[in-house]
């Protein structure tokens, strides 16, 4: 029998760890995981996010976020535990 794993455990595991996060439509941020609920609304530390400029596409502009923060769970569409993002990604871009 194989071991299985749950969503919730990992993100668990992840708590303290760097989080690359990639939210619905073209925004994504990275910093530290300090807590989520079972709605997968999370707490970070340390937040940067990227998001296209809005006049210009092209450009991607890199925001650092100074305060603790909450993102709703229902805006987050992927999770990478230990991501600082890869290289096509907007947070490599900027």
Do not use: C
């Not at 709605?39 to 970070?44: I, Q, W």
Request: hydrophobic share 40%; proline share 6%; net charge negative.
């Amino acid at each position: 029998m194989s071991n299985r794993i749950l969503p919730l455990e990992l993100i668990d595991k992840a708590i303290g760890s760097p989080i690359w996060i990639l939210m619905r439509g073209q925004t994504e941020l990275t910093g530290t995981l300090r807590g989520f609920d079972d709605y997968v609304n999370l707490v970070l530390d340390d937040a940067i996010e990227y998001s296209p400029d809005p006049r210009d596409k092209s450009v991607i502009v890199k925001k650092e976020l100074k305060a603790e923060i909450l993102l709703n769970g229902n805006h987050v569409a992927v999770l990478v535990p230990g991501g600082t993002g890869p290289e096509d990604s907007l947070a490599a871009r900027s």
